[in-house]
């Protein structure tokens, strides 16, 4: 079921279409890791050409991963930092369940040990937000 217009408001949507917070553009792969079952709903309308690859494999322009556990994040985030050069990077905590899942403090902290550096952070619904990464310059 795709969200109303209402739920969108109350999920503190700026009416911008999330696709264009993303930077998803015309003919982009993108890659979801760990993606909610009906994220492709709550992405809506995509641009022209937009395909939407579910997991990591072959290239991407852009990357979303879903992470659900601290121990999942750093696990992983090395392999993840590895794709930025190739693929815009997201980084995406379940709000709320700080228990669980870790929060934007600590996405941050880790993506930052891996050599990325955050620009941009976006909520994607009620459920979800992400940090967009990029390759830490060299000085």
């Given at each position: 079921?795709?969200p ?53 494999r ?56 891996a ?25």
């Amino acid at each position: 079921m795709r969200p109303s217009d209402g739920d969108r408001t109350s999920a503190g949507y700026s009416g911008t279409p999330l696709p264009a917070k993303l930077g998803i553009k015309p003919g982009d792969v993108v890659g979801l890791v760990g993606a909610p079952r009906d994220f492709s709903l709550t992405l809506g309308d995509l641009p022209p050409g937009v395909t939407l690859r579910f997991g990591a494999r072959g290239t991407c322009s852009a990357l979303i991963w879903f992470v659900r556990s601290q121990a999942e994040l750093e696990k992983n985030i090395k392999r993840f930092a590895a794709r930025a050069s190739h693929a815009h990077p997201w980084i995406a905590w379940q709000k709320g369940k700080r228990r669980v899942s870790p929060d934007e403090k600590s996405v941050r902290k880790a993506a930052l040990a891996a050599g990325l550096v955050d620009f941009k952070i976006c909520a994607f619904d009620g459920a979800w937000s992400g940090l967009r990464f990029a390759l830490r310059k060299a000085i």
